[in-house]
Structures are given as structure tokens and as C-alpha cells.
């Protein structure tokens, strides 16, 4: 299977941006934070169905989710704890729910359990702004680029379990880097 030329740029550049996130985000708190939530932002704009909304979707196809993904980077700058703490909050939750409960998201239990986690790593974020922000942008950017590498399955053979092993990879040597990196600095 190969992927249409036109989705290889974005995803080396995602990939790249990823793996600064996860080993720089800490020093690069602000750039970092705007990054993922660009990521974000703009990888939601895309799932906008454009061709049902709008009657030229080839231009709003492409502007949608550079629009979103802006917003979404400026609003991380003006509530940077807020993010931080969503972004904890939401692999808390994610976490949960693939890991202990098998991504069964139709058990109220697992998602009362699962927020729970979620709510209780975002109050701790809110608390612990630094280790927090280095443990988010580790886990956001190796997450990020190892979903890219797995989207370029062309280049190596990489499935889902294997792109979550990589995942846990590159989050962990990312959060050894910058806990080192950054020690004694507030």
C-alpha cells in the first residue's frame, strides 16, 4: 500500500515537529505547547467533512484545519496550566481505557474510572506545572511521531502495537532527556 505523494510531506513535518516536542518541550514549553495543540487542532479541522458544509470544499479542505489547528495553538499560549492539564488529563484517560479496560468505551465503569484518572493527572498537572509539562510534551511528541511512522508503513513495517511500543519508547528516553536537561531550572 502506498500513500498519495501529498500526505508524505505533512507527515515527515509532524514527525520532526513531534520529535522536538518530545525531547526539547520542556525548554521549549511555549513553542512546544503551541506545536501539539496545532497538531491537534488541525488533525480535528481535517475530520470536518468540508464536502457536506461548504459547495467549494477543495479550498476550505485545506484551510479548515489550518484554521483550527491555529486556534487551538493561540488558545494554548493564553491557558498554558489549562492545557497542560487537559493534555494530562486526556492521556490519563486514554491511557486507562486502552491499557486496563481493552479500549472498551461502552462500559459506563470504564469511563467513570477512566475520567477519574483523567481528572485526577490534570489536578496533579495543575500542581506540578514542570514535571507535568515534561512528561505531556514527551508523551504528546513521541506520540506523534510514532503515529507518523506508523502512517509510513511504506518505509518500515510498523502496526499498531508496534507504533504504541515506540510510543512508550520514545515518551520515556524523551522524559529521561529533558528531566536531565532541565534539572534545577524552574
Same mark, same amino acid.
Given at each position: ?52 458544509? /461548504?459547495?467549494?470544499?477543495? #479550498?476550505?479542505? +485545506? ?10 495553538? &493561540?488558545? %494554548? $499560549? ?50 506540578? /506545572?514542570?514535571?507535568?509539562? #515534561?512528561?505531556? +510534551? ?10 507518523? &511512522?506508523? %502512517? $509510513? ?34
Amino acid at each position: 500500500m502506498t500513500l498519495p505523494s501529498i500526505f508524505i510531506p505533512e507527515t515527515i513535518i509532524t514527525i520532526v515537529l513531534a520529535l522536538i516536542v518530545c525531547f526539547f518541550g520542556y525548554k521549549l514549553k511555549k513553542l512546544a505547547l503551541f506545536l501539539i495543540w496545532f497538531i491537534i487542532g488541525y488533525s480535528i479541522g481535517k475530520m470536518i467533512p468540508t464536502d457536506q458544509l /461548504i459547495s467549494d470544499s477543495q #479550498i476550505w479542505a +485545506t484551510i479548515l484545519p489550518l484554521a483550527t489547528g491555529l486556534l487551538a495553538a &493561540l488558545l %494554548s $499560549l493564553s491557558i498554558e496550566r489549562l492545557c497542560v492539564s487537559l493534555l494530562a488529563g486526556t492521556i490519563g484517560f486514554f491511557a486507562t481505557m486502552n491499557l486496563f479496560f481493552g479500549g472498551v468505551y461502552t462500559l459506563m465503569p470504564n469511563i467513570v474510572v477512566s475520567v477519574a484518572v483523567g481528572v485526577v493527572l490534570g489536578c496533579i498537572a495543575v500542581a506540578c /506545572i514542570k514535571p507535568m509539562s #515534561i512528561l505531556v +510534551t514527551a508523551i504528546g511528541g513521541g506520540y506523534y511521531a510514532a503515529m507518523g &511512522l506508523a %502512517s $509510513l508503513s511504506f518505509i518500515a513495517k510498523i502496526n499498531l502495537p508496534m507504533a504504541l511500543i515506540l510510543t512508550c519508547v520514545l515518551a520515556t528516553l524523551g522524559a529521561v532527556f529533558q528531566f536531565r536537561n532541565n534539572k534545577g531550572k524552574a
